[in-house]
């Protein structure tokens, strides 16, 4: 007999744990990967769908109009009847119920319409669609996503994104960067929006990137290891490096010879205070290692003893990096 996945009490306690866990401002990776465990086990996953479906209705009320002038309006409707006590609750109860009519049929449409999910500076964030298909956001990104019965249409607005699609061939999965298009039925890639186009790296199964140019637009198909740069000047699928390239999903950044100005850019994006660069040609400096997300101090104390730079910081200010002192001269 294979094991109940109809919720218990206990795992919409816990479903209701995760789900504030997860909507935090900053959710750690060790977090993340607990929290696929736990959904994995017989009845959580249906645990977490009643919680963040209840959440969805509830946003979907919550400073609407629409519903707030028909809710007024029926209690006032109540507000009119004859006030016998009998007569008032059974008012009071048909307000009510035409409320959760009104609210119940907006809030519905509202868990197929739009939806924009975002994060800021230093913060990631993981997002399960209606179809099961989830969406990690990286700092400082932000998605539009409209499904309906026909279509899975999302658009990248802002940073990065990693996206694992739930298989359905009647409703292909449309990812919209800019002018660049990235449609896929089932599989995991990553997007992240670069100087007017797209960067787009293939982790498992196949996606058709689209660039609209024109009349004719020019369409790359990418397999597994694979990325292209729609802002490149030629763009074209090239292989890449996939524990590097998706580091980030892991709360990690890893760098394999990468200039130093390229580094300190990637890492300002996870923090307010930025680093600033004062080293002349050696902002060229090739950087390796690996990095917690966020850890600006150890990344620019690492890079200052490898490279015999000086930090100079000033308050929540910027950490600015700069040669060091020139060595004694040798008699």
């Given at each position: 007999?294979?094991?109940?996945t109809?919720?218990?009490?206990?795992a919409?306690?816990?479903?209701?744990?995760?789900?504030?866990?997860?909507?935090?401002?900053?959710?750690?990776a060790?977090?993340m990967?607990a929290?696929?465990?736990w959904?994995?086990?017989?009845?959580?996953?249906?645990?977490?769908?009643?919680?963040?479906a209840?959440w969805?209705?509830?946003?979907?009320v919550?400073?609407?109009?629409?519903?707030?002038?028909?809710?007024?309006?029926?209690?006032?409707?109540?507000r009119?009847?004859?006030?016998?006590?009998?007569?008032?609750?059974?008012?009071?109860?048909?307000?009510?119920?035409l409320?959760?009519?009104?609210?119940?049929?907006?809030?519905?449409y509202?868990?197929?319409?739009?939806?924009?999910?975002?994060?800021?500076?230093?913060?990631?964030?993981?997002?399960?669609?209606?179809?099961d298909s989830?969406?990690?956001l990286?700092?400082?990104?932000?998605?539009?996503?409209?499904?309906?019965?026909?279509?899975?249409?999302?658009?990248?607005?802002?940073?990065r994104?990693m996206?694992e699609?739930?298989?359905?061939?009647?409703?292909?999965?449309?990812?919209?960067?800019?002018?660049?298009?990235?449609?896929?039925?089932?599989t995991?890639?990553?997007?992240?929006?670069?100087?007017g186009?797209a960067?787009?790296?293939?982790?498992?199964?196949?996606?058709?990137?689209?660039?609209?140019?024109?009349?004719?637009?020019?369409?790359?198909?990418?397999?597994?290891?694979?990325?292209?740069?729609?802002?490149?000047?030629?763009?074209?699928p090239?292989?890449?490096?996939?524990?590097?390239?998706?580091?980030w999903?892991?709360?990690?950044?890893?760098?394999?010879?990468v200039?130093?100005?390229?580094?300190?850019?990637?890492?300002?994006?996870?923090?307010?205070?930025?680093i600033?660069?004062?080293?002349?040609?050696?902002?060229?400096?090739?950087?390796?290692?690996t990095?917690?997300?966020?850890?600006?101090?150890?990344?620019?104390?690492?890079?200052?003893?490898?490279?015999?730079?000086?930090?100079?910081?000033?308050?929540?200010?910027?950490?600015?990096?700069?040669?060091?002192?020139?060595?004694?001269?040798?008699p």
């Amino acid at each position: 007999m294979s094991p109940s996945t109809v919720p218990s009490n206990q795992a919409r306690s816990e479903a209701s744990a995760w789900f504030a866990r997860l909507n935090k401002r900053a959710v750690p990776a060790a977090d993340m990967e607990a929290f696929q465990a736990w959904r994995r086990l017989p009845g959580n996953r249906a645990a977490y769908d009643e919680v963040d479906a209840f959440w969805r209705r509830s946003q979907a009320v919550h400073g609407d109009s629409d519903i707030q002038a028909a809710i007024s309006s029926a209690h006032a409707r109540a507000r009119s009847k004859p006030r016998r006590p009998a007569g008032l609750v059974a008012g009071l109860g048909a307000a009510f119920a035409l409320a959760l009519v009104v609210v119940g049929g907006v809030a519905g449409y509202r868990l197929y319409g739009p939806a924009t999910y975002e994060t800021r500076v230093g913060e990631q964030r993981l997002v399960r669609l209606s179809d099961d298909s989830t969406v990690m956001l990286d700092t400082d990104s932000k998605v539009l996503v409209r499904y309906d019965r026909g279509h899975r249409n999302l658009e990248l607005l802002e940073g990065r994104a990693m996206f694992e699609v739930a298989h359905d061939a009647a409703r292909p999965f449309v990812v919209r960067a800019g002018n660049t298009s990235v449609t896929a039925l089932g599989t995991r890639f990553d997007v992240r929006r670069a100087d007017g186009g797209a960067e787009v790296t293939l982790v498992r199964g196949s996606v058709e990137v689209r660039e609209a140019k024109g009349a004719a637009p020019v369409v790359w198909r990418l397999s597994p290891g694979q990325g292209l740069s729609t802002a490149a000047p030629t763009p074209r699928p090239v292989s890449v490096d996939l524990p590097t390239e998706t580091s980030w999903t892991t709360g990690r950044l890893v760098f394999n010879r990468v200039p130093l100005k390229a580094a300190v850019a990637e890492v300002n994006r996870y923090d307010r205070r930025k680093i600033v660069l004062d080293v002349g040609p050696l902002d060229a400096a090739l950087i390796s290692g690996t990095f917690d997300v966020g850890d600006t101090d150890t990344f620019v104390s690492s890079v200052a003893e490898m490279n015999d730079f000086v930090v100079q910081r000033s308050g929540d200010g910027p950490i600015r990096l700069a040669r060091g002192p020139a060595p004694p001269a040798t008699p």
